[in-house]
């Protein structure tokens, strides 16, 4: 064995260490954040003015737990490890009922006794964020996603500004988003990769400034991390402007990627104007090149994106075939949606 090999091997094994010891300290600080919060609730209840309470004895608290033992015990965070004690408190509540206590109303002494937390996979930054989701169904989604996908409190910030909930959501029935709380971001076949709008605040676009579509794509892959992570689960990207040739005649392939969970290539075409049938055909020329001549056998259908500014969804529906599993359309967008422009995108569908 060299000497390279097992200087790696030995790094390799630290740094798991490290990075078991960090997600150990978090998860005992945010345990004992949540029994702190448990407390702290009990107490209140004990009460009779409640807001006299928050006043009072948090300040008290606060001064004793700072002296003892430093920083992280203000007024502000006692506050939020009660309302955290709250939000977390039991899966086993009704949403209905979780939602309620999360306001401030009156906690039963016997779900304080019973209440027993979730596990705790993040670290407490993560949790002051998604504690002030208010659907129970969208925070667990978040917290799953950010689990999984390690995401770090920035990215789990920039998700949820972005919508990604509820994007998913616009084209799921109501079994299917249930699932998106207990599961997550599950992907088993092409349309569960899609998402209309694409979000791509990053690259630095104004929504109305004139730029060409090599410019976007330009943009895109200078920010190919942060696109890889819009595009979502199992993507790495393979090439920019792949040119393909048939009898002699060139054609490029703004960007390919490939989807390692469901194992198949993913190509995108970028359209900076409003979606016309003929790029749907062109696309369709790109997915049948690539299924005939450069898919292996054990690989699944390529799928086709157009990444367009605007569409008419009816012409996608006319310009496809009724059974296509292939081909997409999807809207993007250089800005953040406000929430009223998503509260109307799930209006329309």
């Not at 965070?77 to 039991?90: C, H, I, T, V």
């Not at 919508?163 to 076949?189: A, F, W």
Request: aromatic share 10%; glycine share 4%.
């Amino acid at each position: 064995m060299n000497k390279s090999t097992l200087y790696e091997r030995i790094s390799e094994l630290l740094e798991q260490a490290r990075t078991q010891v960090v997600r150990s300290v978090n998860s005992t600080m945010v345990h004992t954040y949540f029994e702190i919060g448990r407390i702290i609730v009990e107490d209140e209840q004990q009460g009779n003015e409640r807001a006299e309470y928050g006043k009072e004895v948090l300040k008290e608290l606060s001064k004793q737990l700072t002296k003892q033992f430093g920083k992280g015990f203000s007024v502000e965070n006692l506050d939020r490890m009660r309302f955290f004690f709250r939000a977390y408190s039991s899966p086993k509540i009704s949403s209905t009922v979780l939602t309620k206590l999360t306001k401030g109303e009156s906690y039963p002494d016997s779900l304080i006794q019973q209440a027993q937390p979730t596990e705790f996979n993040l670290s407490w930054s993560h949790y002051l964020k998604l504690m002030r989701i208010d659907d129970l169904n969208e925070r667990q989604f978040y917290e799953i996603e950010a689990t999984t996908n390690s995401w770090s409190v920035r990215e789990l910030q920039r998700q949820f500004d972005s919508g990604l909930y509820q994007r998913l959501t616009l084209s799921r029935d109501k079994k299917k988003i249930k699932e998106l709380s207990q599961k997550g971001h599950v992907i088993q076949k092409p349309q569960d990769i899609i998402k209309d709008p694409y979000i791509l605040e990053f690259i630095g676009l104004p929504e109305q400034t004139v730029y060409t579509e090599k410019e976007l794509e330009t943009k895109l892959t200078d920010k190919l991390e942060q696109f890889l992570l819009e595009l979502g689960k199992g993507f790495t990207f393979v090439d920019r402007q792949k040119r393909i040739t048939i009898d002699e005649k060139h054609f490029y392939v703004d960007l390919v990627f490939y989807n390692r969970i469901l194992r198949c290539f993913v190509l995108i075409d970028l359209k900076i104007g409003e979606l016309k049938h003929q790029d749907l055909g062109q696309i369709q020329m790109y997915v049948n090149y690539y299924d005939r001549f450069v898919k292996l056998k054990d690989e699944n259908p390529t799928i086709g994106i157009v990444l367009c500014r605007d569409k008419n969804d009816m012409l996608v529906e006319i310009t496809l075939p009724k059974d296509n599993q292939q081909i997409f359309a999807s809207k993007y967008k250089t800005v953040l949606p406000s929430k009223a422009e998503f509260k109307k995108l799930l209006k329309q569908n």
